[in-house]
């Protein structure tokens, strides 16, 4: 699916939607002449056009009237508001595009008219670099072909699949939340090795490229990461001595812990 001449809108230019705009347009899978965002901060918006060229407005019917596919990229807390404002502007010739946290595609049907093309995504913040994860879940007016367009965009921007939507709030939990769980990592690395005497550029240029590399043989070689890290731990060696003093702290349940606190409270928010 090519997203050539496909006019892209977004409802919302906060983090999440700035991040979404600059990794598409980064990515050369949409033109930014052929972008348009809204949003209620309009220095933000100014700041948008200028460096990237996007159109911008202040009204969202406009940004819909212009636009084949319309992304939702508001706070989960508003979105029922935005989609009473903008119902009569969504006609059948729009594709929906939601990202709002723990919001189920029922509730988003139910604030717009029957009918409506509707997919649920979830994608991170780390689409700005082009490295995002992203899952989606096509509603039920949603043809193949719209799947197959969020997939192209989030595939724009990074890796996406496609999973059944009971699934999306643990999804929400591990990619949505989990860069949030990986920087405080990196920054603790980086103190460790300062404590050890190497300086803060370094430290965190090294914390953070191992971070990468190791996510990156997780990924291209298909090989379990318990594999990978027997791969590194020689007997009575320097790694085993740290992984033991992780284990001791209780590493593997505070991540898993962090994951489910994070589902847990989408689940809340789509309620």
Do not use: C, W
């Not at 946290?101 to 509707?118: F, K, Q």
């Not at 971070?211 to 298909?222: D, R, W």
Request: hydrophobic share 45%.
């Amino acid at each position: 699916m090519t997203l050539t001449n496909k006019k892209i809108g977004f409802i919302g230019a906060g983090k999440m939607g700035e991040a979404l705009i600059r990794g598409i347009i980064n990515a050369g899978a949409v033109d930014s002449s052929n972008i348009y965002a809204s949003d209620v901060y309009k220095a933000g918006l100014e700041r948008l056009h200028s460096e990237l060229g996007i159109s911008v407005s202040v009204d969202n019917k406009e940004i819909i009237s212009n636009s084949d596919i319309v992304i939702l990229a508001v706070k989960p807390q508003i979105l029922g508001t935005i989609l009473a404002g903008i119902k009569d502007s969504v006609t059948a010739d729009k594709l929906v595009i939601s990202i709002a946290a723990g919001v189920p595609i029922a509730d988003i049907e139910s604030g717009l008219n029957p009918g409506t093309r509707i997919v649920r995504v979830m994608p991170n913040i780390a689409a700005t670099v082009a490295e995002a994860a992203s899952a989606i879940s096509p509603g039920a007016s949603a043809s193949i072909d719209d799947a197959e367009s969020a997939l192209a965009i989030f595939k724009a921007v990074g890796s996406a699949i496609v999973v059944p939507e009971h699934l999306m709030d643990a999804v929400t939990g591990l990619s949505g939340s989990g860069p949030a769980f990986i920087f405080p990592v990196i920054e603790a690395m980086a103190d460790g090795a300062v404590y050890e005497g190497l300086d803060r550029h370094s430290a965190l240029t090294l914390a953070a490229q191992t971070v990468l590399g190791a996510a990156k043989m997780v990924v291209e070689t298909n090989m379990h990461p318990g594999e990978l890290k027997d791969m590194v731990t020689s007997p009575a060696g320097t790694t085993i001595r740290g992984i033991h003093e992780l284990e001791e702290h209780g590493i593997r349940a505070a991540f898993m812990n962090a994951v489910i606190a994070s589902s847990n409270r989408s689940k809340e928010l789509g309620k």
